[in-house]
C-alpha cells in the first residue's frame, strides 16, 4: 500500500496572490487537488470567478489590487470564512519590460513593492497565528533573474535578486518557530507575463535551448514543487530557491 499522507494538504488553507492567471492559478489548482483551502487573490473578478467554479476543493476570492491594498487588513473575511492561514503563495507580479532609461519612478516603485515588498507585509501579517499554531509555509516566487540580468528588466531584475535574499532573511527570522521560507525560481513558463517572450519563436527556441531538458516550462511543471513547499515533505528546508528551470541556470 503506498501512502503519500506527507503531501497531504488536507485541512490546510492556502492564499495565493496572483491566482487569477498563470503560475498562481496553476498553484491554486495544486494546492487544491492536495487538499487545501485556497484563498486566491487577485483584482481581476471574472478571473477569480471561474477559478471558484472550477477549483475541484474549497475556495474564497479576495478581489483587490494588492498595490493600494491595506495589507493588515485584506486577508480579514477570507480568514474568518475559512480558518487560519497555513500556507502562503507569494505569486502576484509584474514585469513591466522598460528600457533603464526609460523607468519611471512609479514604474520602479510599483515593481518592487508589488514583487518585493508586498510578500514581505503579507507573509508579517500572518506569521504571528502561524508562530501560534506551531508552523507555517511561504513560498515565493524568485526569477532566473534572481541570478542574472536580462534586457530590459532593471526594476524587475532588482526585485527578483531582492525576493532571493528576503526568502533567506524570512527564513532566519521565522523558521525557528516551524515556519519555513522557500522560493521557487521558475525558467521560462507562459503566461501573459512572458508573452513577449514567447510571441518570438526564435527567442522562445533560444531559451528552450539553454535549458539542459531542451524545452521552455509547462505550468504543470510547477505542481509538484508547489505541493512539496506547502506540505510537511519539506519541512527542514528552508532558506532556499529551488530552479525548477530544466536546467537553465545549471548550463
Ligand atoms: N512566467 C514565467 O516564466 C515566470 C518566470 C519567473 C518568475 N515568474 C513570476 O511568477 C509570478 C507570476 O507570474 P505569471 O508569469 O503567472 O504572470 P501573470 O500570468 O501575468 O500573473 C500575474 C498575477 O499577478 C497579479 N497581479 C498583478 N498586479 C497585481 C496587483 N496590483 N494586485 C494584485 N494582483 C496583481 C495578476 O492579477 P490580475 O490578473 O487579477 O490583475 C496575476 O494574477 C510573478 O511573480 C512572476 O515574476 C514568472
Known sequence: ????????????????????????????????????????????????????????????????????????????????????VDILCNTAGINLREPAENVSRKSWNDTINLNL?????????????????????????????????FANSIAYGASKGGVAQLTRAMAEAWSSDGICCNAIGPGFFPTSLTAAVFNDSDIAARNAKQTAVGRNGELKDLDGITVFLASSASDYITGQVIYVDGGFTAK
Not at 32 to 48: D, H, K, M, P, Q
Not at 118 to 124: D, E, G, N, T
Open 1 to 84: 500500500m503506498t501512502d503519500n499522507s506527507m503531501f497531504s494538504l488536507q485541512d490546510k488553507t492556502a492564499v495565493v496572490t496572483g491566482a487569477t492567471s498563470g503560475i498562481g492559478r496553476q498553484q491554486a489548482f495544486a494546492l487544491s487537488r492536495a487538499g487545501a483551502t485556497v484563498i486566491a487573490v487577485g483584482r481581476n473578478a471574472e478571473a477569480l470567478e471561474s477559478l471558484m467554479e472550477d477549483l475541484p476543493g474549497n475556495g474564497v476570492a479576495v478581489q483587490t489590487d494588492l498595490l493600494n491594498a491595506d495589507l493588515s487588513d485584506v486577508l480579514h473575511e477570507a480568514v474568518a470564512m475559512t480558518g487560519p
Open 117 to 149: 515588498s508586498v510578500p514581505f507585509f503579507l507573509a508579517r501579517e500572518l506569521v504571528p497565528d502561524m508562530r501560534e499554531r506551531g508552523g507555517g509555509k511561504i513560498i515565493n516566487i524568485a526569477s532566473l533573474q534572481s541570478e542574472r540580468a
